[in-house]
């Protein structure tokens, strides 16, 4: 069965720290892909990225980068030099390629990050 | 592009009356999906569709229907609504080709209240 596994249900860093959001994941299937979406104030849910998993090699975006490792089943996701807008609840989730979940993503409870500044 | 919209904002429904929440996209995504999100949890899938005409059942589907007529529009129909149904809705679409999965684009959410 799919699962993801978010253990950290809150962090509170302040302003310029560095904070690893960790993210946990199950699934029998060889061919899935992985997920980080960002839940600000506002409600919304907006992208951040997609890693499919052929593909371990880490991923840097400005400010985050993204640590993929197949061998723990995780796919962490750090923020470097944090801001107050970086304030938000942080999804991970899993979709899996084959079968019949047609790509339905399974989500993680959530991290809620506080920035202070 | 508008992306993906969502109609009502807000609502407050009372146990037993029935509402449609409406949602649309304009990028000519394939697959549409329909999530709950309950407070302090992650979003739970309620019904998807794979392209028009076409609508299946995700993990929490009792007490909701779907159509899909058309690629652009997806409504989520609640039937005698119930305490329990109160939640954050999302709908979400996303381009899937073959056994590609491709990140999904969400709407706004609508915020419903039963009472």
């Known amino acids: 069965a799919q699962k993801v596994t978010q253990a950290q249900t809150e962090i509170s860093v302040v302003e310029k720290e560095d904070v690893t959001l960790d993210c946990v994941y199950e699934?029998?299937?060889?061919?899935?892909?992985l997920f980080w979406y960002k839940q600000p104030p506002s409600g919304e849910l907006v992208f951040l990225i997609r890693?499919?998993?052929?593909?371990?090699q880490n991923e840097i975006s400005g400010r985050y980068s993204w640590n993929f490792q197949k061998s723990t089943s995780s796919f962490n996701f750090t923020i470097t030099a944090s801001q107050v807008v970086d304030s938000a609840v942080y999804f991970c989730?899993?979709?899996?390629?084959?079968?019949?979940?047609?790509?339905?993503?399974?989500f993680g409870k959530g991290t809620k990050l506080s920035v202070k500044p | 592009n508008a992306g993906v919209t969502q109609t009502p904002k807000f609502r407050i429904l009372k146990i037993g009356q029935s509402m449609t929440l409406q949602c649309t996209q304009d990028?000519?995504?394939?697959?549409m999906y329909w999530y709950r999100q309950d407070p302090g949890m992650g979003l739970k899938l309620i019904y998807y569709?794979?392209?028009?005409?076409?609508?299946d059942k995700g993990e929490v589907p009792n007490g909701y229907n779907v159509s899909r007529s058309t690629t652009e529009d997806f409504p989520l129909r609640l039937e005698l609504a119930a305490p329990s149904q109160t939640s954050v809705y999302f709908c979400?679409?996303?381009?899937?080709?073959?056994?590609?999965?491709?990140?999904?684009?969400f709407g706004p959410g609508t915020r419903l209240t039963v009472t």
């Open positions: 979400a679409s996303s381009y899937s080709k073959g056994q590609g999965t491709y990140e999904q684009y």
């Open positions: 699934t029998r299937d060889t061919t899935y892909y």
């Open positions: 890693r499919n998993s052929f593909d371990e």
């Open positions: 989730a899993l979709s899996e390629a084959l079968g019949g979940s047609q790509g339905n993503l399974i």
């Open positions: 990028m000519n995504h394939n697959y």
């Open positions: 569709s794979v392209g028009a005409g076409i609508t």
